[in-house]
């Protein structure tokens, strides 16, 4: 499978299943374009016609293809099944929070439920919970989540000292990360991040006047200025070491640009800008009459960006304009995405298992609990075959390698079912992988 695009004013060409980047200029196009088809493979009569139009283009792809580079044969790889190990976990650690964000896919911290705070003891256990079912992995992954996060640091306090007890115990490594809405971040809480945090995730969605829209108080001040120079305060200590600003653009921001580059200018330099899921009712809803102007606000963020990068002082990293096409994941991970409800698990405050945080609160979707230590077995194996093997849909996207098959929870929320992708999250990740693909090639092109 061979995809085309335009991006930046100039063209490329993607071949899917060997990963060959290009730049191609108009004739290039006209000619890959002509001979392509669904099936990837070239049709004989018609390249022998169109070389006669396109000398020198038909040689240039002629020889890509007998290198293996170019129309390569797609892949009959099935991956194997998962083992049963769990290597990295969400802790819900606190199901309440300071702010009322009004697009909270977790109903500000509570899932549709209560308020609730998970004990020292529960934290511990779920640590332990993983330590056991990690078999021979070494490096395990646990994220702080809620609600907030800070709210509830003696649980933090407790699961981290905990976890570095397990490492020598087990001869395990814990990376420990934490998503904080900033609200909270003090002195002491900052130097404890600093220490034991591999990532450390900063919610701050922008300009001033976009995130005091959506990301107010609970008593419904503004949050903004509070967030910022605590999140400043902690980037300075940070360092070259890990953390990202992650914001989220909705109805309101259509022009997220612009909140991407003041995330920039504010001297944040790894950033994310998250498209917001929202059912169309929702009056922050992105739709899809939206994706024509959202489609120039990535192109637009994608050529300022390439011109940042070019110094020191203005350069930053956006989260989804990374790419790596020499250094990328094995076959296995491009095929089975996230490892939700497989790899990976959330943990409630009461000890339940779900497949990931964003299907907390969804009785259909409950595993288990950390306290018996079973897994639900019908709801392992449904995860387990939700790979690009069995999705048709997915398997003729030219996107697969770089998405696996989108969010199983997006799925289930507009399409009923873990394997029928939500298609607006689908074309703004074609389109920011386009944008991705373009900066790539043109700043490793010599």
Request: charged share 25%; hydrophobic share 35%; proline share 4%.
């Amino acid at each position: 499978m061979v995809h085309t695009f335009s991006c930046l004013g100039q063209n490329f060409l993607l071949d899917v299943e060997s990963g060959t980047l290009c730049r191609i200029d108009a004739n290039m196009r006209k000619f890959i374009d002509s001979v392509n088809s669904p099936s990837g493979v070239i049709g004989s009569g018609e390249f022998s016609r169109l070389r006669k139009l396109y000398p020198e283009e038909a040689d240039e792809v002629s020889e890509l293809v007998n290198k293996g580079l170019l129309f390569t044969k797609a892949s009959d790889f099935v991956p194997p099944k998962p083992d049963g190990t769990i290597k990295s976990m969400c802790l819900n650690i606190c199901h309440n929070c300071n702010l009322a964000c009004a697009y909270c896919f977790a109903d500000e911290g509570k899932y549709s439920g209560q308020k609730a705070s998970m004990t020292a003891e529960t934290a511990c256990r779920a640590l332990d919970f993983l330590a056991e079912k990690s078999g021979t992995r070494r490096n395990l992954e646990v994220d702080f989540f809620g609600g907030e996060p800070l709210m509830n640091m003696s649980a933090v306090y407790a699961a981290v000292e905990h976890g570095r007890k397990l490492e020598k115990s087990h001869g395990k490594n814990f990376r420990f990360t934490i998503t904080t809405n900033a609200l909270g971040l003090n002195d002491e809480i900052s130097d404890f991040l600093d220490k034991e945090m591999y990532n450390v995730v900063l919610s701050i969605d922008g300009r001033k006047n976009v995130h005091n829209q959506v990301r107010k108080t609970q008593g419904g001040k503004d949050s903004f200025d509070v967030v910022l120079q605590n999140a400043l305060a902690f980037r300075r200590k940070r360092g070259d070491r890990q953390y990202y600003v992650r914001g989220t653009f909705t109805a309101l921001n259509k022009d997220f640009a612009a909140d991407a580059l003041a995330l920039a200018d504010y001297g944040f330099d790894k950033l994310s800008l998250e498209p917001v899921v929202l059912p169309d009712s929702h009056p922050l809803a992105l739709k899809d009459s939206d994706l024509p102007e959202l489609f120039e606000q990535y192109e637009s963020l994608a050529a300022e960006y390439l011109k940042r990068r070019k110094t020191p002082e203005t350069w930053f990293s956006f989260f989804h304009f990374i790419v790596d096409l020499k250094h990328s994941p094995c076959l296995s991970k491009r095929y089975s995405s996230c490892g939700a409800g497989t790899e990976y698990v959330a943990v409630t405050p009461s000890g339940e298992i779900y497949p990931c945080h964003q299907f907390v609160g969804n009785a259909a979707y409950k595993m288990g609990n950390i306290e018996s230590g079973e897994i639900d077995s019908a709801l392992y194996e449904k995860f387990c075959a939700n790979n690009l093997a069995y999705k048709p849909v997915c398997r003729d996207c030219w996107a697969k390698y770089h998405c696996s098959g989108g969010c199983a929870a997006n799925a289930v929320n507009f399409n009923g079912n873990i394997s029928s992708p939500y298609k607006t999250a689908c074309a703004l990740m074609q389109k920011r992988l386009e944008c991705a693909l373009a900066v790539y090639c043109l700043e490793n092109e010599e």
